[in-house]
């Protein structure tokens, strides 16, 4: 894994469950500037999609973007962790 992966790995895992987060919010908290489409490369080969929450990650227009299960299954992923949220904060 190179050093950039990781630190967007790393950013990534900060995303609260029943959050989104744009590629460009990954890329400033990941420290590596304008680079959001190598955040998205970066993204779309994450060895653990379901422990690194890469689902979490939309376009900054609030379109959901790719994922490597597909649309549908992210947004299905997306919902149910709002649902989750909700119910763990009572």
Do not use: D
């Not at 790995?9 to 987060?21: D, F, H």
């Not at 376009?59 to 763990?88: H, M, P």
């Amino acid at each position: 894994m190179t050093s950039f992966a990781e630190k967007v790995y790393k950013a990534v895992l900060t995303i609260p469950l029943g959050e989104v987060r744009s590629y460009k919010w990954v890329a400033q908290k990941a420290g590596v500037g304008c680079s959001y489409r190598a955040v998205g490369q970066v993204l779309k080969r994450n060895p653990y999609p379901l422990i690194i929450p890469c689902h979490r990650v939309i376009k900054s227009n609030n379109k959901i973007g790719g994922y490597v299960f597909g649309a549908k299954q992210k947004k299905f992923l997306l919902e149910w962790e709002r649902k989750l949220a909700q119910c763990l904060a009572g």
